[in-house]
Nanobody, 131 residues
């Protein structure tokens, strides 16, 4: 399974971007999907995660109220909508997949932001927030 991110770019503070995550040729509804980011000189940080059904999500405190995660299983794509972006959000953003689960996972726990349960990682997409 190869995970591919897209949608990064340069945006001014206060702006918005939407990242997408897909796995061409694979159906992702049996996977928990997480978004992570890593800024230069900093450790990787869990940003958000979503259950296979899309009914359960989790967010890092630093992005709560500004970011939203969703998935369209018909399109086999997961989205990270990032609003009110701040320079501190500048990082390489990675999508990762945890699974497959026998049944479509309906819930996520706080530990889904920790990263160590994810087996498949994308190459990352750069997000730069700057005026």
């Amino acid at each position: 399974l190869q995970v591919v991110e897209s949608g990064g770019g340069l945006v001014q503070p206060g702006g918005s971007l939407r990242l997408s995550c897909a796995a061409p040729g694979f159906i992702l509804d049996h996977y928990i999907i997480g978004w992570f980011r890593q800024a230069p000189g900093k450790e990787r940080e869990g940003v958000s995660c979503i259950s296979g059904s899309g009914g359960s999500t989790n967010f890092a405190d630093s992005v709560k109220g500004r970011f939203a995660i969703s998935r369209d299983n018909a399109k086999n794509t997961i989205y990270l909508q990032m609003n009110s972006l701040e320079p501190e959000d500048t990082a390489v953003y990675y999508c990762a997949a945890n699974g497959p689960y026998f049944n479509v996972p309906d819930t996520v726990q706080a530990m889904c932001l920790m990263g160590h349960d994810y087996d498949y990682w994308g190459q990352g997409t750069q997000v730069t927030v700057s005026s």
